[in-house]
């Protein structure tokens, strides 16, 4: 089923799963797959910033997405096609799609600087991939260095039909969900989902703001929809108290260059994965610093018992 503007809760954002030698893990995708099935996520996005799809050479990438997709029969798929050039764009976009993707997510190149170079560049990229695939438009300044304002992203949706999503992970960005749902309602701006990023920082007031859910890869996707779904319900109370539980190991998580080795490292432990590597060039997590998450996760487990991956003591 592909993506509309309909889409809305939790998305968790894949990594890719290595070997320690650097070669793609498959049993670890099929895992990982189910388990975001299994814990209630609606779709999966695979290959984006955090999928270390730039050190995956074109047949791996096409390979490493046709995985998630055949193994995804429950959720829905999003493959980040973000590439130098359109040709490589278009060919992993389509055979994405061909392969059952529900939809793609392409970032703006960092050396967009103008207006008109962005609304310029989003309008190429539709035509290179076809307007009949429906994409996921990803505002990520802090790390793409490409600031869009509400004013160009409304442009960006206006101009191509098949946007059917935001991916939100500006900061501060909370002033931005509100002024776009606030051009929903005069009229100015067509349907649009709002799923936000981030690690899941702001989560708690992007659901308030008129956020439709999350994509983003937090260790626990299920802290995730657990907000998205007490915000939903009004239970802002509850939803602040277990976000906050968690907040100090999804600011852990989200350190530069650390960051996805902790995560990867909290899901060999939950035992999502096989193996933390990453393929080089990579950021490693020290002892130090292992230890550090360890005692987070024992802190969050007082609150939440998912969180709880201390070793069992076997009777004697």
């Known amino acids: 089923m592909k993506l509309t503007h309909e889409a809305a809760g939790t998305f968790a954002i894949a990594p890719t799963p290595f070997h320690d030698d650097g070669r793609i893990d498959d049993a670890s995708i099929d895992r990982l797959t189910e388990f975001y099935a299994e814990v209630g ?40 096609v973000s590439a130098p050039g359109f040709a490589a764009m278009r060919s992993l976009a389509r055979a994405s799609m061909d392969a059952g993707a529900a939809g793609v997510m392409i970032a703006p190149p960092p050396n967009l600087r103008t207006d008109a170079q962005i609304t310029g560049y989003f309008r190429q990229a539709v035509e290179a991939i076809g307007d009949d695939i429906p994409w996921v438009l990803q505002d990520y300044p802090l790390t793409l260095t490409v600031v869009m304002t509400p004013a160009v992203i409304r442009s960006i949706v206006t101009d191509n039909p098949s946007c059917v999503m935001l991916k939100h992970e500006d900061w501060p960005g909370l002033e931005k ?7 929903q309602k005069e009229g100015s701006l067509k349907p649009l989902s709002i799923l936000t990023g981030n690690g899941g920082l702001f989560l708690d007031f992007e659901m308030e703001r008129g956020a439709d859910g999350a994509m983003t890869g937090y260790a626990f996707p299920e802290l995730l929809i657990d907000v998205v779904k007490l915000s939903k319900a009004g239970l802002r109370d509850l939803a602040h108290n277990l976000f906050d539980a968690h907040l100090p190991l999804i600011r852990y998580e989200q350190q530069p260059g650390v960051g996805l080795a902790v995560r990867k490292y909290v899901l060999q432990k939950r035992g999502v ?39 069992k003591s076997s009777a004697a």
């Open 41 to 80: 996520c609606e779709g999966v996005t695979v290959l984006g910033i955090l999928g270390e799809a730039p050190k995956l050479e074109a047949a791996e990438a096409e390979a490493v997405a046709t995985r998630f997709i055949k193994r995804a029969t429950k959720i829905q798929v999003i493959v980040g």
């Open 177 to 183: 969900i509100s002024t776009l749902r606030e051009f």
């Open 273 to 311: 994965i096989a193996c933390s590597a990453q393929r080089k060039p990579a950021a490693a997590i020290s002892a130090t610093a292992r230890a550090e998450v360890d005692y987070l996760l024992s802190r969050v487990a007082r609150v939440d018992k998912r969180a709880d991956l201390a070793p």
